[in-house]
């Protein structure tokens, strides 16, 4: 493939999901080269947990992962981020697998084993759904979150977000005028952990805070519910 058609990779950065630990680094490898980031991890809870911790525009995962499966993975991921773009690699196109990877609303299902230029090729078509410039969603009121760099600007001035507290406003705005259950909440912001009821009103208080008491209403017995101003 034209190395300088494989320069438009430099838009992407990667997290790739997967155990086998000789192809995990060849894939990782292979993109390194054009993507402006690739990250490797090798199941699907460190898979989950990096995902939250940093900033991936596509992920790479295989099926069969220790600890999580790629397709519980990519169901929590795109949960939390229902615009995440997720490639599903496999051995076995099981009919299970294929109706549970289209059911989560999957980019793209390889599978292996398969030439390096398959998946760039699947790289390249997933630049188009990637927004061009910086998306932002409008909180009202002087208020953006900014998706990529997951940082809260009021006006031109940033407000300091914790991690906790920029995953949960992140989750609220993936439901933003719906309820956010409290599982839900707890599943996207507190993935590998519990988090009480009382926890999660003090996060959500402190979000209050930082914004505007109004914008997130609490829902009794349910969840919350992010009521933006038209």
């Not at 992407?12 to 054009?34: C, Q």
């Not at 790289?123 to 409008?138: N, Q, R, V, W």
Request: hydrophobic residues 40%; negative net charge; glycine residues 4%.
């Amino acid at each position: 493939m034209n190395k300088e058609t494989l320069k438009l990779l430099k838009k992407l950065d990667v997290l790739i999901v997967e155990d086998d630990k000789f192809l995990g680094k060849s894939l990782k490898d292979a993109l390194s080269e054009y993507c402006d980031k690739v990250v490797l991890k090798t199941d699907g809870e460190q898979g989950l947990s990096c995902y939250y911790d940093e900033n991936f525009n596509i992920v790479i995962t295989d099926i069969n992962l220790p600890k999580k499966n790629g397709l519980a993975l990519a169901k929590e991921i795109k949960e939390h981020d229902k615009d995440a773009l997720i490639v599903i690699l496999t051995a076995y196109d099981s009919e299970h697998n294929i109706r549970t990877a289209i059911d989560i609303s999957a980019f793209a299902f390889l599978h292996k084993p398969f030439e390096l230029e398959q998946l760039y090729n699947t790289l390249l078509m997933a630049i188009g759904k990637i927004p061009a410039g910086e998306k932002f969603f409008d909180l009202g009121k002087g208020f953006r979150y900014i998706f990529k760099s997951r940082k809260l600007f009021y006006l031109e001035e940033e407000i300091h977000l914790t991690k906790t507290e920029a995953n949960l406003l992140r989750a609220l705005i993936n439901n933003a005028g719906e309820t956010t259950t409290q599982e839900n909440i707890e599943r996207s912001v507190w993935y590998d952990k519990q988090a009480t009821p009382d926890t999660i009103r003090m996060y959500i208080n402190k979000l209050r805070v930082k914004l505007y008491h109004e914008l997130i209403q609490n829902v009794q017995g349910y969840g919350y519910r992010l009521a933006v101003p038209d």
